[in-house]
């Protein structure tokens, strides 16, 4: 059976919290709300758009929420076309998708990302064509919804006993277990490692080559 690896992408892949907050500051001026500081508004980073300004603003009604989600849209598109928009790779990331091939892992996305944003960021850092299954926010329910994992264990013919899913946030721990595969936090993204280990990580790992530690004693072992 294939082993599988799914990442997340915002803050466990990549750093994109200084555009996505540039974005959701300029959706909600736009209409008319207070913008939470960083600290609060990052925790959303990893739901599909709809529903993270729902848990931003829960007293609005739906129709609200999906409005700030196409200024939203409109936003961020902005600041990829003005060169606004910097995602770099967090430092050891490439090193462990290098090892994690190495070991004979595939690899995966599973992402709020729209399938135009995740291509671009991954296009840009040349390692698209590292991740045989890409699954986004176009064509799934919101994390903790475990469909993207179930998805992506489709496509690359694995099980859950052999997937491991790698997230910043307790939605990707949550991902994982309702998809009853193993997760691993990364402890250098938006969420604090108690909420990680609470929505159902194993461990959380420090720094991403820390990962194939974790692997070793959690998954192998």
Same mark, same amino acid.
Request: charged content about 25%; overall charge negative; aromatic content about 4%.
């Given at each position: 059976?294939?082993? #599988? ?17 540039? &974005? #959701? ?24 758009? +709809?529903?993270?300004?729902?848990? #931003? ?21 902005? !600041?990829? &076309?003005? /060169?606004?928009?910097?995602? +770099? !790779? ?6 462990? !998708? ?27 850092? /040349? ?13 799934? *329910?919101?994390?903790?919804? *475990? ?9 690359? /013919? ?30 250098? /993204? ?12 194993? &461990? ?18």
């Amino acid at each position: 059976m294939n082993r #599988l690896a799914i990442f997340d992408c915002d803050g466990t892949l990549v750093d994109s919290g200084a555009p996505i907050y540039a &974005a #959701l500051k300029s959706s909600l001026e736009q209409n008319g709300f207070d913008v939470p500081p960083p600290n609060e508004s990052l925790r959303v980073i990893g739901l599909s758009l +709809p529903e993270a300004m729902a848990a #931003l603003l829960p007293d609005c009604p739906p129709e609200q929420h999906r409005q700030l989600a196409e200024d939203y849209k409109q936003a961020f598109m902005k !600041l990829r &076309a003005d /060169g606004l928009v910097e995602e +770099p !790779l967090f430092d050891g990331v490439l090193e462990l !998708l290098d090892a994690l091939e190495g070991d004979g892992w595939l690899l995966a996305v599973a992402t709020g990302k729209s399938d135009r944003g995740l291509r671009h960021c991954l296009e840009r850092h /040349g390692i698209h064509a590292r991740f045989m299954s890409l699954q986004t926010a176009d064509r799934h *329910p919101s994390k903790p919804h *475990p469909s993207m994992v179930e998805q992506a264990i489709a496509d690359a /013919g694995s099980s859950p006993k052999d997937t491991i899913v790698i997230g910043d946030t307790s939605f990707d721990m949550a991902m994982a277990i309702s998809a009853g595969a193993t997760a691993i936090g990364a402890g250098w /993204g938006y969420h604090e490692d108690a909420e990680l280990i609470e929505a159902g990580a194993v &461990a959380v790992a420090v720094q991403p080559l820390e990962v194939l530690t974790l692997i070793r004693e959690h998954v192998d072992g």
